[in-house]
């Protein structure tokens, strides 16, 4: 046989490959999307309705039946239709044994009825196969196509077989089902799509209290200050000066904040003497945002990268800089060259240009494409060893920064030190506590902690 018949053999349609007839119950938005999708994909679709006149908005190749007629045709029925007009399903219950039952349905709210819409489709059919699935995609991306950010389709139910036919049908939609267990996970999935960045909440709350209190406290020291006792007008520090002291703050705060629940569960593990307690409750949810505080700390430290970028055009920085040449022409006297200066500026910049790489590349390591393609030691060197290293370098970036002014009194305005001393006690306070865990006193039970023992075992043989 030669290439090409074998090719045309491949492509010619089988037996196996014609899809069984699949039924939807109700017409709306979403039906008629997952209607189109599925004869897209060489499914007959059959839509029960409650008038079975069609319309030009029906997917080409459709039927329209009653929802009776419909039901006897097809083994998978798909309920599109609101939780609320369920009740219609009650008559059906004979025609509706033994069939599987997708439950699609959304709520407006989270937790809005005790049981979840597939438990309660469960109760009023129970002679039904009831599995949960799709509520997750929304009729415009399956209408458009345009599925790349939710091709995950959660899928449970209590019946094995039910739900692999239904995890079948997503698999030839070009979906990728994810089995989420029995029904009782029903309500978790009915309530994701009504989440809002859930684990971003705290970290942009965070943020936001921290900027607004070192902008005020960077506006005190920086403008009224001046003004009180200089009578210095500098209020154009509001645009660039004052943001690019709290963008490289809150960078540094917020990446402190993201190794110090580590820190933290260490010295709890360590005065428990086992693992298998759980933490307390702001921790264990701490733990979970500490990639999204990571991110958020991130896009601060670039916004600091770009305030710096322009600092040589700024007309405050130019007249500062040729005023000062002028005096030097009128005085008749060059400055020497301050070699120490010189060094602490050049260290500082290569601090903060080596702390931002690293920071970019933890930031990159973070995304699912990357993550998912190192394994969990490489994940763990990348997020644990080059973690501490970025808050190392940006730390020190902070410390040189200050240089020889750093404790100086004359810094103090009001008894208020410079903002970035502030910003230095929680990565300080990070390091040094890591650094004693690092002691092998403490690392080695440490480390047989979190390989299972126990220090007071609480099932002794
Ligand atoms: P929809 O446009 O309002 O359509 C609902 C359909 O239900 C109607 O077209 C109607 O179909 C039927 N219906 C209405 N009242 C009824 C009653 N009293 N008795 C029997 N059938 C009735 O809603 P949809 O946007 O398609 O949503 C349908 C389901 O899919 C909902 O549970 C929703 O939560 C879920 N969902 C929707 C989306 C989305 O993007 N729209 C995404 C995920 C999940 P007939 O006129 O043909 O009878």
Redesign the pocket.
């Known amino acids: 046989m030669n290439k090409n018949s074998s090719n045309i053999m491949a492509l010619a349609p089988t037996t196996s490959n014609r899809r069984e007839t699949v039924c939807i ?9 997952l209607g189109h999708k599925m004869i897209q994909s060489g499914y007959p679709v059959v ?5 079975t006149q069609t319309s030009s908005l029906i997917p080409k190749g459709a039927e ?1 039946l009653s ?1 009776t007629e419909a039901a006897q045709k097809a083994a998978v029925i798909i ?7 369920y ?2 399903l009650t008559p059906l219950t004979e025609i509706l044994h033994g069939k599987v039952l997708v ?5 407006l709210k989270i937790n809005e009825y005790p049981e979840s ?1 597939a438990e309660y489709l469960a109760q009023l059919v129970p002679g039904a196969k009831v599995v949960k699935a ?9 209408q458009s196509g345009t599925l790349d950010a939710s091709r995950q389709v959660f899928v449970c139910g209590d019946d094995m077989e039910a739900k692999q036919t239904v995890m079948n049908i997503v698999r030839a939609l070009g979906l990728t089902p994810l089995d989420q267990g029995s029904l009782l996970a029903a309500q978790e999935i009915e309530n994701y ?1 009504l989440q809002l960045f859930p684990m971003w909440k705290f970290p942009i709350l965070l943020s936001f209290g921290l900027a607004a209190f070192f902008f005020f406290y960077c506006l005190i020291r920086n403008v009224i200050y001046p003004y009180v006792y200089e009578n210095k007008d500098f209020s154009f520090f509001i645009a660039i000066s004052i943001p690019n002291r709290i963008c490289p703050i809150l960078a540094l705060v917020l990446l402190a904040l993201v190794y110090l629940p580590g820190v933290l569960a260490a010295i709890i593990q360590l005065y428990r003497g086992t693992k298998y307690r759980r933490f307390p409750d702001w921790l264990d949810k701490w733990m979970l945002c500490r990639k999204q505080l990571g991110l958020v700390a991130l896009a601060f430290a670039s916004l600091h990268v770009l305030y710096t970028l322009v600092i040589p055009i700024r007309s405050f920085v130019r007249w500062r800089t040729s005023s000062q040449i002028i005096s030097q022409v009128l005085n008749n006297k060059t400055e020497p060259l301050n070699t120490t200066n010189a060094w602490l500026s050049d260290s500082y910049l290569a601090l903060g240009i080596l702390g931002f790489f690293l920071f970019v590349l933890l930031g990159i390591t973070s995304l699912p494409s990357v993550s998912n393609n190192v394994n969990w030691r490489e994940f763990r060197f990348v997020q644990s060893k080059l973690g501490y290293l970025t808050l190392i370098l940006c730390t020190a970036h902070t410390l040189v920064y200050g240089g020889k002014r750093f404790l100086s009194s004359s810094s103090y305005r009001w008894y208020l030190p410079n903002a970035y001393m502030l910003s230095l006690v929680v990565p300080c306070m990070v390091l040094v506590v890591k650094f004693v865990l690092i002691f092998p006193c403490l690392d080695k039970p440490l480390t047989r902690i979190r390989q299972g023992w126990e220090r007071n075992p609480q099932y002794s043989e």
């Open positions: 119950f109700g017409t709306g938005d979403f039906g008629r999307a839509f029960g309705s409650r008038s329209v929802h309920i599109a239709i609101q939780r609320q007009h009740n219609f439950d699609v349905s959304n709520n819409n799709f509520n997750t995609v929304s009729a415009w991306a399956l799509p």
